[in-house]
C-alpha cells in the first residue's frame, strides 16, 4: 500500500480565516513533506518533517505553520494567506533511508483557492 | 549542485504511436532519479526510479527509462501510447536534503 490522503480535496478560504490541511500515511514512513505547486509548474518544497521534528523549511512565511503530532498525520496550518497563495498543495512521505535514495509517495492533493 | 532538465515543454502524438519524454541531469555525485506522472487536478504518482543496478527500468503502465550515465540522461519511453497517457510528466533526482529536485515537467498530448 503506498497510500497518502489528504484532506480536503478542495478549500475556499478569505484572507482573514484561519483552516487547516491534513495529510495522512499509514506506510510506517518517517519523513513527511509539504509542497505547494502552481498551475503548469512543478512542486516546489515547503517543509520536510524527519522522526516528527522539522528538518526543512524553506524560508516559507509564517501565514504557513506546519504541525507533526505523529509520524503518520501532517498538518498545514493557514492564517491570514494571499490571493497568490492559491494553489495545489501537496503532501507526500518516505521511508528517510538518507536523502537522496528515498522514494516520495504523494497524495492527491488539496486544491486552495484565497480569495 | 543538481539539476534536471527537461527538454521539451509539450510532446503531441497520436495513440498507438512510440513517445519518449528527454530528461538530462547534472550532478558530481551518485544519482537516483525517478519519473512521475500528474493527470489533471491530481497528484503525482510514481512511475519509476533508478537507485542502482540495471540501467533499463521497468515502471508502471507500460514505460520503461533508460539510465545513461555517459550522456547524463534518463529518456522515459512507452512503444505505444493511450488517451490515458495525456497527463504532465515530471522527472526528477534525489538530493542530499531529503528533497527532490524537479525538472520543468512535459505536457504529454496523446490525440486520436
Known amino acids: 500500500d503506498t497510500e497518502v490522503t489528504q484532506t480536503p480535496k478542495h478549500l475556499v478560504m478569505g484572507m482573514t480565516n484561519k483552516k487547516s490541511l491534513k495529510c495522512e500515511q499509514h506506510?510506517?514512513?518517517?519523513?513527511m513533506y509539504w509542497y505547494k505547486q502552481k498551475a503548469k509548474k512543478p512542486p516546489e518544497l515547503m517543509f520536510v518533517?524527519?522522526?516528527?521534528?522539522?528538518?526543512i523549511n524553506e524560508s516559507v512565511p509564517s501565514r504557513f505553520s506546519p504541525e507533526c503530532p505523529n509520524s503518520s498525520l501532517l498538518n498545514l496550518h493557514l492564517h491570514a494567506l494571499q490571493p497568490e497563495d492559491s494553489a495545489l498543495y501537496l503532501c507526500?512521505?518516505?521511508?528517510?533511508?538518507?536523502?537522496?535514495?528515498?522514494?516520495?509517495?504523494f497524495g492527491p492533493g488539496t486544491r486552495l483557492t484565497v480569495l | 549542485a543538481q539539476s534536471v532538465t527537461q527538454l521539451d515543454s509539450q510532446v503531441p502524438v497520436f495513440e498507438e504511436a512510440p513517445v519518449e519524454l528527454r530528461c538530462n541531469y547534472s550532478s558530481s555525485v551518485s544519482v537516483y532519479l525517478f519519473w512521475y506522472v500528474q493527470y489533471p487536478n491530481q497528484g503525482l504518482q510514481l512511475l519509476l526510479k533508478?537507485?542502482?543496478?540495471?540501467?533499463l527500468v521497468k515502471g508502471i503502465n507500460g514505460f520503461e527509462a533508460e539510465f545513461n550515465k555517459s550522456q547524463t540522461s534518463f529518456h522515459l519511453r512507452k512503444p505505444s501510447v493511450h488517451i490515458s497517457d495525456t497527463a504532465e510528466y515530471f522527472c526528477?533526482?534525489?538530493?542530499?536534503?531529503?528533497?527532490?529536485?524537479f525538472g520543468s515537467g512535459t505536457r504529454l498530448q496523446v490525440q486520436p
Open positions: 507526500a512521505s518516505s521511508q528517510d533511508r538518507g536523502g537522496r535514495r528515498d522514494t516520495q509517495y
Open positions: 506506510m510506517g514512513h518517517r519523513a
Open positions: 526528477a533526482s534525489g538530493t542530499g536534503r531529503r528533497a527532490l529536485t
Open positions: 518533517y524527519s522522526y516528527e521534528k522539522l528538518s
Open positions: 533508478y537507485l542502482s543496478g540495471s540501467t
